[in-house]
T-cell receptor
């Protein structure tokens, strides 16, 4: 079955610290992989996406993600977290960029000053 | 901020009632997808409309139905509301499918069923 697992429900980091959010997927074909961010009361904003090519993907707001096929993972990273990064982060997988995205349950990021 | 707007932003309904949620897609976009996001969960795909035709459906009962209009705006209708229908409903618009297209999400409609 197609699925996305985000094992960390809640992560707390200090401002300026590095961040890694984990994502594992199960998908039969070569998938599109995405990371979205959702601030309270807001919709989803795309941070980055991967389909093919370089396995290290750069996104907006200083985020990057690395696709590891052997581990079925697509972890999100940021070298130095800002207080404004506090939000909910969702990993998603799909056959296209727009079609029937399967989301994980999300990781809530809290940032302390 | 995306060009996708949803209305209303909040809604309270009674169990058994019917509700219509609306989505105005970004200019030029011909595809609209709807997602349900229950509290503490990730969004779940309900269905997608492409050029006014349903183009895929998730695991939702028939009382969830939709429409897409010639201007590509869309409605989500839910009949016989149940308490579990309480959720944030997200609309995403895009220009077709495939490589090079991106879905842009609206801010959602928060539906509470009491």
């Amino acid at each position: 079955a197609q699925s996305v697992t985000q094992p960390d429900i809640h992560i707390t980091v200090s401002e300026g610290a590095s961040l890694e959010l984990r994502c594992n997927y199960s998908y039969g074909a070569t998938p599109y992989l995405f990371w979205y961010v959702q601030s309270p009361g807001q919709g989803l904003q795309l941070l980055l996406k991967y389909f093919s090519g370089d396995t290290l993907v750069q996104g907006i707001k200083g985020f990057e993600a690395e696709f590891k096929r052997s581990q079925s993972s697509f972890n999100l990273r940021k070298p130095s977290v800002h207080w404004s990064d506090a939000a909910e982060y969702f990993c998603a997988v799909g056959p296209y960029e727009t079609d029937k995205l399967i989301f994980g349950t999300g990781t809530r990021l809290q940032v302390f000053p | 901020e995306t060009g996708v707007t949803q209305s209303p932003t909040h809604l309270i309904k009674t169990r058994g009632q019917q509700v219509t949620l609306r989505c105005s897609s970004q200019s030029g976009h011909n595809t609209v997808s709807w997602y349900q996001q229950a509290l503490g969960q990730g969004p779940q795909f309900i269905f997608q409309y492409y050029r006014e035709e349903e183009n895929g459906r998730g695991n939702f009962p028939p009382r969830f139905s939709g429409l897409q209009f010639p201007n590509y705006s869309s409605e989500l209708n839910v009949n016989a509301l149940e308490l579990d229908d309480s959720a944030l409903y997200l609309c995403a618009s895009s220009l077709g499918q495939g490589m090079g297209t991106e879905a842009f999400f609206g801010q959602g409609t928060r539906l509470t069923v009491v």
